[in-house]
């Protein structure tokens, strides 16, 4: 077949109205620290390639639940740190992810704080519809947002490394 699949598109936003671009972008910069703040993830980490570069490869799993580990491998395709932006795809997992890349950025508001957006195209995934799909990646960028700034105010502004 040489069909292209159709493409699911959507993008999710969560604002943080008392934290700054330039602190939530660390958190989100460490490619390889997403389990800090992904939902359900216990562990992230770099199998290839350079920190910070384009080309480095995570691993990302959860812990063994009732349906066993779920996991994805994972690649960052272009990083910016001027725009605050990344885009990354997945190259392989057993969720059932199809040519999924996404690309997150962070954006100042008007009036202070911040904007997350998180924007992905994917192809179809068994047994979801591309609403399903969108909702899950809204709930886990409202998850990161809300535990990012409570562990920024927590620290007072500093962040980790």
Known sequence: MEEP????EGKATAELKTTAPDQVWPLLEDFCGIHKWFP???TSYQVEGEKGKPGLTRYCANNP?????KWAKEKLLTMDPIQRCFSYEVLDNNIGFNSYVATIKVLPMDGGGCRIEWSFASGPIEGWRSDDLGS?????LQFMAKKMEAAIKNEDGSSCG
Do not use: A
Not at 65 to 69: A, D, K, L, N, T
């Open 5 to 8: 699949e159709p493409r699911w």
């Open 40 to 42: 359900d993830l216990d």
């Open 65 to 69: 639940g009732e349906s066993g580990v």
């Open 136 to 140: 899950f990646v809204d709930s886990c």
